[in-house]
C-alpha cells in the first residue's frame, strides 16, 4: 500500500451536508480523492457533515448515497456501512468535539466567550460604521478560565473559541497552488462550539480528519480561506497537518461559480435526463484534469492509472452542457443494441416507472398506439416550447392578468420553495403552489396553468401535480427554472 509524504498509508474523504439535492460538484471532489487513493492503495471515506441541523434534510443523506453509488463510486467506510472510525455521522459525535474543545481550554488555545447576539451585533455597526476589519474584538479572551467555567456550569449561555495567535503568519502549504501565508492578523477568534453545543464546521472537520487518520485534504478552492483557520487548530492540538490539495470549481460559461440558476446542478437530474453515470463521470474527470494526448473519452479504471497532480489545471473549468451532450452520444454510441436496451428500460423504459405513469393517462386513451404521444413528455428533459403556438399563445393570454417578467420572478420563488420541502409528493407540492399563489396575489386558475404548460408542454394534461409528483423533482423543477428564464423570449 501507497504512503503519504508522512509514511501513514493514503485516506483521503468527501464530506458532503445532506442540505439538499446531490451536487455535481460533491460527485466531481469525489471522483479525484478516489481516483487518487485506489491509485495509491489507500482508503476513501464517505462522511455526512450534519452538524447544521436547521438546514439538513431527511431525505438529502440516502440522495447522497444513491447518487455518488449511481455514477460509479463507492467508499471503503460510511455511514451506511461502518468502519473502524465510526460513527461517520457528524451529529452523532458530539461528546468528541466537546471534548476536545474542553482540550484546547485547559491547555489555553480556546476560552468561553460570553458575548450576547445584542453586543455582537452593536460591534458590527459600529466597525462598519469606523470602516474597520469586521470581526470579534476579543472581548471575552482575557476571562479568568476558572471564572468562565463557573459561570458555564451555571448554564449561562456562550461559545468556546479559538485563542487565535496575535503575532505572526499561517502558512498553507497547499500541493498545487503553492505556499499561501496569511497574517494571523487577517484571522479572527473563530467560535468552535456554538452556544447549543454543537461544533462549527472548522472544529468538527479537524477533529475528524484528524481521528479518522485523513492524509490528503481534496477539496474545491472555495475553502481555501478557510483553511489557515484549519492549520492554527491542527498546531493548537499539536497534531500533523494533512497534505492540502484545493481543486478548481467548476464554472458556468461566464467564468462565475457553477449554480442552478445557470445549469442543473443536481446530480439526479442527469440520471432522469438520460445521461449514462460513466459518461458524466468521464465528463467531470475532465474538469480541470487533462488525461494527456488530447484524449477526452477515458474509462475510471484508466483515469486512475493515468492520474497525476501535475495534469490539474487550475483555470476554473467550464461545465459545458454541450460537452456533456458530445461525450453521452460517444457512450451510447458505443453500446450494443443489447446494451443500450438495458440501459433505456433502467431509464425510464422500466415497470416501476411505468407504473406511476399508467395510472394518469390510461383513462385518456382507447388504443395502445395513443399511449406514447399522450406520455411523450415523461421521457424528455428540456422541453422545446418555442416550438408550441398554442402553448405560446396560452402564456401570451395569461400574461393579461400575470405579467411576463412578474411571472418569471414569482416562478423562480416558487422554485426556491420546492427545493425547500423535504420529499416530493404531489400533496405537499400543491399545497406549497397554492401558497405560493396566494402569497403573490394570483389566482389558482392562473397560476396552475402556466405550471402545466411550463412543465409538460401542453395546455391539458394528467392531474397536475400527480404529473409533477411522477416526472420528479430534479426533471419538474428544471422546466419550471428554464420555462421562467424562457419566458420574456416566448411572450413579446
Partial sequence: MAASTSGRPVRVRIAPSPTGDPHVGTAYIALF???FAK????????????????????????????ALRWVGLSWDEGPDIGGPHAPYRQSERGAIYAAHAQMLIDSGAAYRCFCTTERLAKL???????????????????????EGAARAAAGEVHVVRLATPL?????????????????????????????????????????????????????????ISSTPK??????????EEPAWYHMPLLRNADKSKISKR????????????????HALLNFLGLMGWSFGDDRE??????????????????????????????????????LSYDALADAVIDWRLNKGYLTKVLPLVRERIKRLDELIPAIEYFFSGDLDLASRPDVIAELTKLSATWPIAQ????????????????????????????????????????????LRLLVTGRKASPPLFETIEVLGKEIARRRLRHGADLLPTLVK
Wanted: charged share 30%; with cysteine; net charge negative.
Fill in 33 to 35: 480523492n478516489y481516483v
Fill in 297 to 334: 473519452k477515458f474509462t475510471l479504471e484508466e483515469m486512475i492509472a493515468a492520474f497525476s497532480w501535475d495534469r490539474i489545471s487550475l483555470g476554473g473549468p467550464v461545465f459545458n452542457l454541450d460537452k456533456l451532450t458530445w461525450l453521452n452520444e460517444k457512450y451510447i454510441h458505443d
Fill in 39 to 66: 491509485q495509491q492503495g489507500g482508503k476513501f471515506i464517505l462522511r455526512i457533515e450534519d452538524t447544521d441541523q436547521t438546514r439538513a434534510r431527511g431525505d438529502s443523506e440516502q440522495m447522497i448515497y444513491d
Fill in 230 to 239: 484549519h492549520v492554527l487548530l491542527y498546531r493548537a492540538f499539536g497534531w
Fill in 167 to 223: 503575532e505572526g503568519s499561517v502558512v498553507v502549504k497547499d500541493r498545487l497552488r503553492g505556499d499561501v501565508s496569511i497574517d494571523v492578523g487577517q484571522v479572527d477568534d473563530q467560535v468552535l462550539l456554538k452556544s447549543d453545543g454543537m461544533p462549527t464546521y472548522h472544529l468538527a472537520n479537524v477533529v475528524d480528519d484528524h481521528l479518522m487518520e485523513i492524509t490528503h485534504v481534496i477539496r474545491a478552492e472555495e475553502w
Fill in 124 to 146: 458590527r455597526v459600529q466597525q462598519q460604521a469606523e470602516k474597520l476589519t469586521l470581526g470579534y474584538d476579543r472581548h471575552c479572551r482575557g476571562l479568568d478560565p476558572k
Fill in 262 to 277: 445557470k445549469n442543473p446542478v443536481s446530480i439526479n437530474y442527469y440520471r432522469d435526463a438520460g445521461v449514462l453515470p
Fill in 407 to 450: 411571472m418569471a420572478t414569482d416562478l423562480r420563488t416558487l422554485v426556491e420553495q420546492l427545493e425547500a420541502k423535504d420529499g416530493w409528493a404531489h400533496k405537499t407540492i400543491e399545497e406549497v403552489a397554492r401558497a405560493w399563489s396566494e402569497a403573490i396575489g394570483q389566482k389558482a386558475k392562473v397560476t396552475f396553468p402556466v
